[in-house]
């Protein structure tokens, strides 16, 4: 039998399948789609069924992560959406915080609401912070609000009202009142999307999920239906931001915990494969053709956040903490109005792509640039199934980037590279230094298509003193999705004071939370011994506005509530205080159904001499004599020193002069910067 994991991103499509009986893995990428990434996903599938010859019925998981959601928000795709909320609140989105990105920036305005006002309706009715009723639901006004939204034709409803986290009665109401109404469209309401205080950002993403809900929905019945097609009957699963897997019903029902779906797979392969290896702190680097993600892991466990932007919409659900740039291998190179060397974040993506692609690009890219250096060899993308063309590349940094600068087109090549990753460094430092981590005592954990090809530079950039690449790292997201495990989370608000009297209430909430989270795995068909729970307190100090996490074990006691606070308020802020009352804000809940899968162990190179030849590559200081190196040869022990690239089918590894590279018993690439 087959396990097989796929990851849509905006330039390629990565594939990868495990024979589960040999544990051997095969990995394929194809160009994406962006009209319809489904198509893409076909023609991967047919490469395993029709080419490789297996049955599409051996395959007995298959896992899937898309950014199709967080697309088309970005590119404001989504449907006409409604809003009903309590009288009074019609505004809230519009409104939202008085906080700004850069405050000093006029230039800088919020995106518009995703819900225009003149479908934001209001309704009468009123809880208080404690979830009593001080205005009951006024019926009429709903089904009055449902028809004037149907008769502004809108495809999608979300239902906010002031308090609904502490008693949804009111929300599910009118939701049977709304569907009555307009059972075609899709209904989201906030008490089941996020059940948790601060009513902008929960709005906020409940919209999103309206939203994008209808949309997404057609894409997964196209994607469903094609892997009928090919012949598989197996239901497939996506993974969500915190890393986890779910199935297609709750994606329909949650679209928006799909945001970040692609790059929390990577994380989470990341963070197991490195483990294996015995790096227990990392710094993932995932470079592909648009963007750059970057996410720490310390301790084996990936840092999460609760709250992020989205094509600066605030998303507030539990994800992995990823810092994304606009810096890839399709990242455009241009002079500014200033005549100043910029790269991204615009980005040549699957189409027209990078120059060399020949698919009608006529500004450079990163990818163009490490052509013209070398770095890349024309002849050996995608194992030789992409054809590229060198001299264009040449030509476009000639004549728009090395000529306006009168340098030569090998030094504006290198430009283009200091200066991508100098954006990719800056990432970097955002997820760790800016959080009181020190770098050197984490390793960079390269994959993607282009992370290897900058990782060493990075780490120079970045005083890192090692670099981790897998193998197949232009695949490490698909694969991450097979080592993924079923999650999902809970989340209830209760703001009270801590105090040793009152944690029983807070253990009987947990229970019942525990209920719910059994309920859900019980659905996804997760076996009771393959289940597992994480619980996670919110809280702060009194009169702070912001929490900090707390992870409990199961049954914890008071004290050890305290003592986890004061450690995580340290780490956040690098201080705590003594005798200071602690609030607790949120209570979290994290359920799991454990995989089946682990990283490889076994490596076995094939053989032959891994020795390809030598080229000339450039440097800074000039050309190097390079000696190239096939991974899929390179034995376990092997070491070298740089510089030296070392190609693969979905990759390719620079070791600059000086660096040292060798390889660990997983078959994993380690580096010595």
């Known amino acids: ?13 990565d594939f990868t399948a495990i024979d589960t009986a040999s544990g051997a893995a095969t990995h394929f990428k194809t160009s994406s789609t962006p009209h319809d990434p489904s198509e893409a996903i076909e023609t991967g599938l047919r490469h395993f069924v029709e080419d490789l010859g297996i049955p599409a019925t051996e395959f007995e998981f298959v896992g899937h992560g898309t950014t199709v959601a967080t697309n088309m928000v970005i590119e404001r795709r989504g449907v006409p959406t409604g809003l009903i909320t309590t009288k009074g609140a019609r505004d809230v989105l519009e409104i939202g915080r008085q906080t700004r990105p850069h405050l000093f920036d006029y230039s800088i305005t919020k995106p518009e609401p995703l819900v225009e006002r003149y479908v934001a309706l209001e309704v009468s009715e009123r809880l208080n912070a404690d979830g009593e009723v001080l205005m009951p639901l006024d019926e009429a006004e709903v089904i009055a609000a449902a028809r004037a939204l149907r008769a502004a034709g809108v495809q ?15 929300e599910r109401r009118a939701a049977e009142l709304v569907r009555a109404e307009l059972p075609d469209a899709y209904l989201s309401i906030s008490s089941d999307v996020l059940p948790e205080f601060r009513e902008f950002e929960r709005f906020s993403t409940t919209v999103i999920n309206a939203y994008v809900g209808p949309r997404m929905d057609r894409y997964l019945e196209r994607f469903i239906s094609r892997l009928e097609d090919v012949g598989f009957e197996t239901g497939p699963r996506t993974i969500h931001s915190n890393g ?28 197991k494969v490195a483990m294996a290896s015995g790096f227990p702190d990392i710094v993932t680097y995932d470079v592909g053709g648009t963007s750059t993600d970057v996410s720490l892991v310390c301790g084996g466990r990936p840092a999460f956040t609760t709250s992020r932007l989205v094509a600066d919409y605030p998303v507030r659900c539990p994800m992995l903490d990823i ?64 054809t590229v063309d060198k001299d264009a590349s040449r030509e476009a940094i000639d004549r728009l980037i090395a000529s306006p600068l009168g340098i030569s087109v090998e030094e504006a090549a290198l430009g283009i590279l200091h200066i991508a990753v100098a954006n990719m460094g800056r990432a970097i430092r955002a997820v760790s230094t800016e959080k009181g981590h020190r770098l050197s005592d984490f390793a960079l954990f390269s994959y993607g298509g282009a992370g290897p090809l900058h990782s060493s530079a990075v780490a120079v950039e970045t005083g890192m003193k090692r670099v981790i690449v897998p193998a197949q790292p232009g695949t490490m997201c698909a694969r991450g999705i097979l080592l993924s495990d079923v999650g999902f989370d809970f989340v209830r608000t209760g703001v009270r004071t801590a105090s040793e009297t009152g944690w029983a209430e807070i253990a009987r909430e947990f229970l019942e939370m525990e209920a719910d989270g059994q309920d859900w795995l019980a659905n996804e068909g997760i076996p009771p ?124 590894t620079i070791v600059e002069p000086g660096q040292t590279l060798y390889v660990d018993p997983t078959g994993t690439m380690i580096i010595e910067v």
């Not at 024309?378 to 199934?385: F, I, P, Q």
């Not at 454990?594 to 076995?604: C, F, G, I, K, L």
């Open 1 to 13: 039998m087959y396990r097989i994991g796929f990851d849509v991103g905006g330039t390629f499509t």
């Open 156 to 170: 999608a409803v979300a239902i906010c009202f002031l308090h609904s986290y502490r008693n949804p009665a009111h």
């Open 244 to 271: 986890g897997l779910m199935s297609i019903d709750t994606v329909r029902a949650f679209p928006v915990r799909t945001c970040l779906s692609g790059p929390a797979a990577g994380v989470v392969g990341a963070a």
């Open 323 to 386: 810092n994304v740039i606009g810096a890839g291998g399709g990242s455009i190179a241009a002079l500014d109005d200033a005549g100043a060397l910029k790269v991204g974040p615009r980005s040549a993506g699957a189409f027209p792509g990078p120059v060399a692609y020949g698919k009608g690009g006529t500004e450079p890219t990163t990818t163009d640039a490490n052509l013209v250096l070398g770095r890349l060899d024309a002849d050996t993308l995608l194992s030789g199934r992409m």
């Open 529 to 652: 011994e393959a289940r597992s729970m994480e619980y996670v307190v919110d809280a702060r100090y009194d009169g702070q506005n912001h929490e900090v996490q707390v992870v409990l074990a199961e049954g914890a006691e008071f004290a050890q509530f305290v003592e986890g606070f004061l450690a995580a308020h340290r780490q956040e802020y690098g201080y705590d205080i003594d005798g200071r009352a602690i609030e607790i804000v949120n209570l979290r809940l994290s359920v799991t159904g454990a995989s089946a899968a682990r990283p490889e162990s076994d490596y076995a190179a094939e053989d032959g001499d891994p020795v390809l030849g030598t080229r000339q590559v450039y440097f800074g200081g000039g050309w190097f004599e390079t000696t190239l190196y096939e991974r899929a040869k390179l034995p376990v022990g092997q070491k070298f020193v740089g510089p030296a690239i070392v190609q693969e089918m979905s990759s390719t």
